[in-house]
């Protein structure tokens, strides 16, 4: 689906409010309860919710197109499969047609009313306004420890630097927008190519709540995937690990060659199948591990090279669309 430039559109609202929806009829009203609320407080009746269904399996779509149909500011888009949170989140961002946008889930666990705080700072210079958690309610402690470490992990191998403890909850200004739009790659962290674009970006703390109602759509086998694509996708500090293995390995050898000599000359043995065993584990582990993590980038530049499309949008419903549709 080929879309206008950013730059191009005409009658832009101030606000756009984007939300990526994967199974979230539980929340979906309460959600835009909100949000209309905060948006009419703020900006008044300019503005837009472009909902996002990601391939969801339950009422989602149906409850965004009724939503779509009750009110002029609702904009439904429906994607052909499930793409994933970053690229459903892609998606609403590449349709939205508001001088600032809003990010934002679906599962409440970011306030909307914080909206007035990230406009006000807005309005005194700052392109972009990250919330930055101070607290994570509702949340376990392996899923809190998980996201300290991830976030310290990114910090240490990313060569930009990423804010600690910031999720894709942001306003963003339309020339941050239109910078983000232009980035193609496949495998998207967009808190991070935010940060990389640079520009004057502020951070307003705040406590994140509970999920409002229904299950996370981040289990541990996403979040794993997600701490890969965001490492790998903003460093080359892995791939280097292989020098650094390279040494460590040429050392043991050492140690152990030099072991071997003394065994030979002073105990007249060589000791051999536990340390010739160890040995061979060693190097076999750091071997498949350095295949690995070059198996990851030449991975990502075959996915690249191939050019496809990020998403595929099926359908994107207004209430004028509604309306005309009724006229044919």
Request: net charge neutral; glycine share 8%.
């Amino acid at each position: 689906m080929t879309l206008p430039a950013t730059s191009d559109r005409v009658n832009r609202p101030r606000l756009s409010v984007v939300v990526p929806c994967y199974n979230e009829e539980a929340v979906l009203p309460e959600f835009k309860r909100r949000v209309t609320a905060s948006c009419a407080q703020y900006v008044g009746d300019s503005y837009e919710i472009v909902l996002v269904n990601d391939g969801s399996r339950d009422t989602t779509w149906s409850m965004i197109t009724a939503m779509a149909a009750e009110s002029p500011n609702v904009v439904a888009v429906n994607l052909s499969r499930n793409q994933g949170h970053q690229l459903a989140l892609t998606a609403g961002l590449s349709l939205c047609r508001g001088e600032r946008v809003l990010i934002i889930d679906a599962d409440l666990q970011d306030p909307p009313e914080l909206l007035g705080e990230m406009m006000a700072a807005m309005d005194r210079g700052a392109d972009v306004v990250y919330g930055q958690r101070t607290q994570r309610d509702g949340e376990g402690v392996f899923k809190r420890a998980t996201a300290f470490l991830f976030y310290r992990l990114l910090s240490a191998f990313s060569e930009v630097e990423i804010p600690k403890d910031t999720g894709d909850f942001r306003l963003m200004d339309q020339k941050v927008l239109d910078a983000l739009n232009g980035m193609p790659e496949q495998h998207r962290f967009i808190r991070g190519m935010v940060a990389w674009l640079g520009f004057k970006q502020v951070p307003l703390p705040y406590s994140r709540d509970a999920r409002f109602s229904g299950e996370t759509k981040y289990p541990f086998r996403k979040m794993a995937r997600f701490a890969v694509d965001a490492i790998t996708g903003f460093s080359i500090s892995p791939l280097r690990l292989s020098s650094v293995l390279a040494v460590g390995c040429f050392g043991a050898a050492t140690v152990v060659a030099a072991y071997v000599v003394y065994a030979w000359f002073a105990l007249s043995v060589v000791k051999g199948w536990t340390s010739l065993l160890l040995l061979f584990l060693f190097f076999s582990g750091a071997q498949l591990l350095v295949l690995g993590v070059i198996g990851e980038y030449v991975g990502r530049t075959y996915v690249e090279s191939k050019r496809r499309p990020l998403f595929i949008v099926t359908e994107v419903v207004t209430q004028q669309s509604l309306v005309e549709r009724a006229k044919v």
